[in-house]
């Protein structure tokens, strides 16, 4: 069945530098999401991407999705410590009407 | 309600135990899932309903694991004879349309922390 994978699994940053996590599926999706989850929160919806190689700016966050539609990214630029929380990325596969399938996310922490 | 409400917040029961998980999804939502998340770890799909039927309910670990839909809203989980592995929080989520109807954001509640001991 279709797997998403995102790496790296952990990430520990200074303030100030800039982060990345990559997500990376073994089918090609319709769209993929991302969510941030809080310490001790739920996750929340980030943002959505459905076309072939979309690039989408939230202030410090820029999300990319691949040519291919199969891959996508997270770059935090200039990381704050309100950043802190596991990012999670999930696609949906364009074979039939596919269930979102979550990575298992990229936890970020930040020694201020 | 506004969001995704889950009851109860906290549960501990013990080990051979039943215990019923309740998931509120947000007023009009037809699409509603359930996950669990082991500490320190992503989600793990159970189960989604479209409605009050259940077409994918491959994520659920056993059979002691059930989960209901009534009048395409609430929603509940249901875990007989408890296990120590079954200890997680479960999220429950719901979006405005299911899998067929394009792509919606899914929006989870707080979640419900099992404990079994």
């Known amino acids: 069945g279709q797997q998403v994978m995102q790496i790296p699994q952990y990430q520990h940053v200074q303030e100030g530098e800039d982060f990345t996590t990559y997500c990376n599926s073994s089918t090609t999706l319709s769209n993929i999401q991302w969510y941030k989850q809080r310490p001790g929160g739920h996750p929340v919806f980030l943002i959505q991407l459905v076309k072939s190689g979309e690039v989408k700016k939230q202030k410090r966050l820029t999300f990319q999705f691949g040519e291919a539609k199969k891959n996508s990214s997270l770059h935090i630029t200039a990381t704050q410590t309100t950043d802190v929380g596991t990012y999670f990325c999930?696609?949906?596969?364009?074979?039939?009407?596919?269930?979102?399938?979550f990575g298992q996310g990229t936890r970020l922490t930040i020694n201020p | 309600g506004a969001g995704v409400s889950q009851s109860p917040s906290n549960k501990v029961t013990e080990k051979g135990k039943d215990v019923e998980l309740r998931c509120d999804p947000i007023s009009g939502h037809t699409a509603l899932y359930w996950y669990r998340q082991s500490l320190g770890q992503g989600l793990e799909f159970l189960i989604y309903f479209q409605g009050n039927s259940a077409p994918d309910k491959s994520g659920l670990p056993s059979d002691r694991f059930s989960a209901e839909r009534t009048g395409g809203s609430v929603s509940t989980l249901t875990i007989q004879r408890t296990q120590q592995e079954d200890s997680a929080v479960y999220l429950c989520?719901?979006?405005?349309?299911?899998?067929?109807?394009?792509?919606?954001?899914?929006?989870f509640g707080d979640g419900t922390r099992l404990s079994i001991l």
């Open positions: 989520a719901s979006s405005l349309h299911g899998h067929t109807r394009g792509n919606q954001p899914q929006h």
């Open positions: 999930a696609g949906r596969s364009i074979q039939g009407a596919q269930k979102l399938v």
